[in-house]
């Protein structure tokens, strides 16, 4: 069982389901239920979670305001022989969500990191997405304001699919201005709502989704896949 393989003194990243409750494994289960702590990045999403799976683990809010100054609380409370898990909203935590201070303070440490496998949002959409995805790159959420246009003009010439995470107020925005850089005939594909009731994936060129979104007002979170410069 789970128990007897979880050691003293370890943080585990735990990825939970990114929209469906049943894509989480019975390892991550039965370690959630295990450890002394879950840090997760809003307790009352994820008491959904942990409430339907029947787990009572202790919790405490671990996010983006306040994870620099409760890294090294927490590193010394591993330090201690603490066993938490560190879990976000949705996804394995790090990737475009908090996660990566902890983890480098608990190395320095001398803390195990034991990161399970699961769920993250920019694997299936860039699988689906029927672009070239031997080789890619994942460049999350582009910056809201200041240093946005630099970043993507710096993309102009990348020849790897790139993996791009972007919110339903920003969308027609960055479809627009990668239209721009990358020409309006760059095929690409836009994911929403992954594993749950409205999935959605729509293909084309950036001219196209642009377009097809100007038509149809954004709703939930997307994933959008743009194929590399020929």
């Given amino acids: 069982m789970e128990k007897s393989s979880v050691h003293k003194g370890t943080l ?5 389901p990114i929209g469906h409750l049943a894509d989480i494994t019975h390892r991550a289960i039965s370690l ?9 990045e809003d307790t009352r999403t994820s008491g959904k979670l942990l409430k339907h799976y029947g ?19 927490l590193t010394a409370q591993l330090s201690d022989g603490m066993r938490i ?7 394995t935590p790090a990737i475009s969500d908090p996660g990566f201070l902890l983890v480098r303070s608990s190395l320095a440490a001398g803390v195990e990191v034991i990161t399970l496998p699961g769920p993250t949002a ?7 997405s029927g672009l070239p995805c031997e080789r890619f790159v994942f460049e999350g959420f582009l910056p809201h304001k ?5 970043r993507i003009d710096s993309l102009c ?3 790897r699919t790139m993996v791009f995470y972007e ?9 627009k201005q990668l239209t721009d850089a990358f020409g309006p005939e760059r095929q690409a594909s836009v994911s929403r709502e992954l594993t749950k009731v409205f999935e959605e994936t729509k293909r084309g060129t950036l001219s196209e989704l642009y377009t097809y979104f100007e038509k149809h007002t954004p709703k939930g979170e997307f994933v959008l896949v743009v194929t590399g410069k020929p």
């Fill in 12 to 16: 585990f990243i735990v990825p939970t």
């Fill in 32 to 40: 959630l239920a295990d450890v002394d702590l879950i840090l997760c």
């Fill in 55 to 73: 787990i009572d683990t202790p919790t405490r809010a671990h996010h983006m305001h306040n994870e620099h100054k409760d890294v090294d609380r």
């Fill in 85 to 91: 898990a560190l879990i976000s909203d949705a996804g």
């Fill in 122 to 128: 920019f694997v299936p959409a860039l699988v689906q």
């Fill in 146 to 150: 200041k240093g946005r246009k630099s």
């Fill in 157 to 159: 010439n990348e020849t």
């Fill in 167 to 175: 919110s339903p107020h920003r969308l027609i925005k960055t479809l």
